[in-house]
């Protein structure tokens, strides 16, 4: 092989091997670009939020009579004093009521 045609042969290999470069900038570039980053970020956000309220909606209708039981007890725990006030105005109107006698 002469010297011309090694260097061409370099020429070609080294513009070969710039191009393949120019590519895999571009596709970092592209990657690490924010407005990429960001939207591949909140897919995997929204996926894994997806997938919790899945797990959490399961969860919830396995064990729907006990979360039941427990709001009942929560709003009576709540209501307790209101109840209270009523049960004792019922007693005071019983014991007040006019006798036949």
């Not at 990429?36 to 919830?60: C, G, M, P, Y």
Request: net charge positive; glycine share 4%.
């Amino acid at each position: 092989m002469t010297d011309r045609k090694s260097v061409i042969l370099s020429d070609a290999e080294r513009r070969n091997l710039r191009r393949k470069l120019r590519g895999t900038v571009e596709v970092a570039q592209d990657i690490l670009h924010p407005r990429n980053q960001i939207r591949r970020f909140l897919h995997r956000k929204k996926t894994q939020a997806v997938k919790v309220s899945e797990d959490a909606a399961q969860l919830a209708r396995k064990n729907a009579p006990l979360i039941g039981a427990v709001g009942l007890g929560a709003i009576l725990f709540a209501a307790r004093r209101p109840i209270s006030n009523w049960l004792s105005k019922l007693r005071k109107s019983k014991n007040n009521l006019p006798d036949g006698n």
